[in-house]
C-alpha cells in the first residue's frame, strides 16, 4: 500500500515538474523601443508595458528608452545590425521610410477580427504603406495653435473662427506685434506644415521633392516674411529654434505658437497666462495636416505573436485612457478622447472645438522620398532665409538641389 502511494505520489510529482517546466518554456520576455523626454514619461510607457503582463502574465515587456532625436538616430543602425526590438514604435509621418522593417499587421487583424473602425481614420492611413497596416496608432496630433488669450483680449480679438483665412491670421499676427512682441513664432519645422495650409504641395506624384515649385517658392516667401515684417522674431544663430520660440511663448513675448496635443500639459505647466487653441489657418486651397505615432512588431522578430498580443494591449481603451488622463496622449481610439479633453484639456479655450474641427479638416503629414534627409535640410538652411540672410527663393533651390543628391 505504501509503494503504491509513494508511486502514485512520484508520478503526481513528475506530472507537477512536466506542468511547471511547460509553463516556464511559455514565458516569453519581449523588448520595445520608445522614446521619452523626461522620467515622467518614461513612467507611463513602463505602466503601458506592465499592464501586458498584467493580461498575459507569461510576458515580459523590456523597455527600451531614447530622447526623441537619439531615436531616430539610431533605429536605422539597429535595423541594419539585426537588433531592433520586437516592438517598434513609429511616427506616422516616417512610416513610409521605415515599413521595410516592420511586419505588416493585416493578417493578424483579419485573424483575430480586430476593429479598425475604433481609430480615427486619418491615423489609421498614417500608420500605412502601400496599402498595408504597419502599426496601431495611440495617438493622433493635428498641428493647431497654441495662443495667449490674455493678449488676445487686450487687443479685442476673440477665438480665432474654424476655417480662418491666412489673411485672417496675418491680421491678428500683426496686431499683436509692437513693443517688443510677436504675434507669431516660425520655426523651420513648421514649414512643412505652413506649406501644405498654404494650398501648395512640395510632393510629385513619383513621391520626389520639388521646393522650387513658384507655389512652394510663394509659400516659402510667406514664411520668411513672418520673420522680416517683425511678425516673429528672428531666432539668434546656435539656438534650438523649438527651445527658442516656446521659450518666448512662455515668457508671452509670443502670442501665437505652433504645437501638437501631445504638448499640451508642458504648455499649461510653463505659461503664466490663460492658454487657448486655434485651428491652423488655411490658404484657398490649403489644409491642415495631421500625424500621430503607434506601435508595430519588427520584422525580424522572434516573437510576433507576442508582440502583437502586446500592441493590442497598449493600444486598448484603458491604455488610451490612461494616457489621455495623464496628458500624454490625444487618443487615436475616437471614444476614448473625451478623457483627454476632461483631463487634459480642461479649462483651455476652444480645445475641443478647435481639436474636433482640425481632426475633421486634416489630412496626414505628406512626406517625400528620403524625408530625413529632406528634413535635416530644412533644419540646416531655413534659418538663412528666415534670419533675412538669403532670399528664400534661393533657399528652396539650395534644398532641392542637396535632396536629389542623396
Known amino acids: 500500500m505504501n509503494k503504491l502511494m509513494g508511486l502514485a505520489a512520484g508520478l503526481m510529482l513528475g506530472t507537477t515538474l512536466a506542468f511547471s517546466a511547460a509553463i516556464a518554456d511559455d514565458n516569453v520576455t519581449i523588448s520595445w523601443q520608445m522614446w521619452t523626454g523626461s522620467d515622467a514619461d518614461t513612467a507611463v510607457w513602463q505602466h503601458l508595458a506592465d499592464m501586458v503582463h498584467q493580461k498575459y502574465p507569461n510576458i515580459t515587456v523590456t523597455l527600451q528608452t531614447s530622447s526623441w532625436n537619439d531615436y531616430w538616430t ?16 513609429m511616427q506616422s509621418l516616417r512610416t513610409p521610410n521605415f515599413y521595410q522593417i516592420m511586419e505588416p499587421l493585416d493578417a493578424y487583424v483579419d485573424k483575430d477580427k480586430f476593429d479598425k473602425t475604433a481609430f480615427l481614420p486619418s491615423i489609421m492611413d498614417g500608420m500605412s504603406a502601400g496599402g498595408k497596416l504597419y502599426g496601431l496608432p495611440y495617438d493622433v496630433g493635428p498641428w493647431v495653435i497654441f495662443y495667449n488669450k490674455d493678449k488676445f483680449d487686450a487687443a479685442g480679438i476673440g477665438q480665432p473662427a474654424n476655417g480662418w483665412s491666412m489673411d485672417d491670421f496675418n491680421a491678428a499676427a500683426k496686431k499683436l506685434s509692437g513693443n517688443g512682441s510677436y504675434g507669431f513664432g516660425a520655426t523651420p519645422d513648421l514649414f512643412p506644415q505652413w506649406v501644405t495650409a498654404s494650398g501648395a504641395s512640395y510632393i510629385k506624384a513619383d513621391g520626389s ?4 515649385q513658384p507655389d512652394v517658392v510663394k509659400a516659402a516667401e510667406g514664411f520668411a516674411g513672418l520673420v522680416g515684417d517683425k511678425i516673429a522674431p528672428a531666432i539668434p544663430a546656435g539656438s534650438d529654434p523649438g527651445d527658442f520660440v516656446q521659450g518666448r511663448f512662455a515668457s508671452g513675448n509670443v502670442a501665437m505658437y505652433v504645437d501638437g496635443p501631445w504638448s499640451i500639459i508642458t504648455q499649461k ?31 525580424a522578430s522572434q516573437h510576433k505573436d507576442e508582440a502583437w498580443k502586446a500592441i493590442q494591449v497598449i493600444t486598448s481603451p484603458e491604455a488610451e485612457t490612461y494616457l489621455a488622463e495623464n496628458g500624454r496622449a490625444l487618443p487615436a481610439r475616437v471614444a476614448q478622447q473625451g478623457a483627454w479633453f476632461d483631463v487634459a484639456a480642461k479649462d483651455v479655450t476652444g480645445a475641443k472645438d478647435s481639436l474636433t474641427y482640425a481632426m475633421g479638416h486634416s489630412k496626414p503629414y505628406p512626406i517625400g522620398n528620403n524625408w530625413n534627409t529632406v528634413e535635416n535640410l530644412m533644419t540646416q538652411y531655413l534659418p538663412l532665409a528666415l534670419a533675412g540672410s538669403e532670399p528664400a527663393a534661393k533657399t528652396m533651390q539650395t534644398i532641392q538641389s542637396l535632396a536629389t543628391q542623396q
Not at 74 to 89: E, F, G, R, T
Not at 209 to 212: A, E, L, P, S
Open 209 to 212: 521633392v520639388d521646393f522650387t
Open 269 to 299: 505647466q510653463t505659461v503664466k497666462f490663460k492658454l487657448g487653441i486655434a485651428p491652423l489657418p488655411v490658404g484657398p486651397n490649403g489644409e491642415a495636416v495631421t500625424a500621430g505615432s503607434g506601435f508595430g512588431i519588427a520584422a
Open 74 to 89: 539610431k533605429l536605422p543602425v539597429l535595423a541594419a545590425s539585426n537588433q531592433l526590438a520586437d516592438i517598434v514604435s
